[in-house]
């Protein structure tokens, strides 16, 4: 069964960067696109980036673009999320999501905050 782990979360100022990553345990997520979302506090989740299991093919929410890029290194069993530019509105619960065979696998978030 694969496990997903966020950690990189934490508390920014308007403008700051946070890199938030995704790691597996006990499996490996070369094989399989990876995607980040987000859920902000009485807000539904919503898709942020993806990126296919090569890393050669990713895609972005209208709101991140030009500030988010989503990366991986299958060597380390990890996906990134580099965020910059970030915005009091980036504030959420962000997730690392696999979806296999119509079966999908959550992390348990890490929380980002950005202060104005």
């Known amino acids: 069964q694969l496990q997903l782990v966020e950690s990189g979360g934490g508390w920014v100022q308007l403008g700051g960067s946070l890199r938030p990553s995704c790691a597996t345990s006990g499996s490996t997520l070369e094989d399989y696109s990876t995607a980040w979302f987000r859920q902000a506090p009485g807000k539904e989740r919503e898709a942020v980036a993806c990126?296919?299991?090569?890393?050669?093919?990713?895609n972005y929410a209208d709101s991140v673009k030009g500030r988010f890029t989503i990366s991986r290194d299958n060597a380390k069993n990890t996906v990134y999320l580099q965020m910059n530019s970030l915005k009091p509105e980036d504030t959420a619960l962000y997730y690392c999501?696999?979806?296999?065979?119509?079966?999908?696998?959550w992390g348990q978030g890490t929380r980002v905050t950005v202060s104005s």
């Open positions: 999501n696999v979806q296999i065979q119509w079966v999908n696998y």
């Open positions: 990126i296919s299991s090569s890393g050669r093919s990713t």
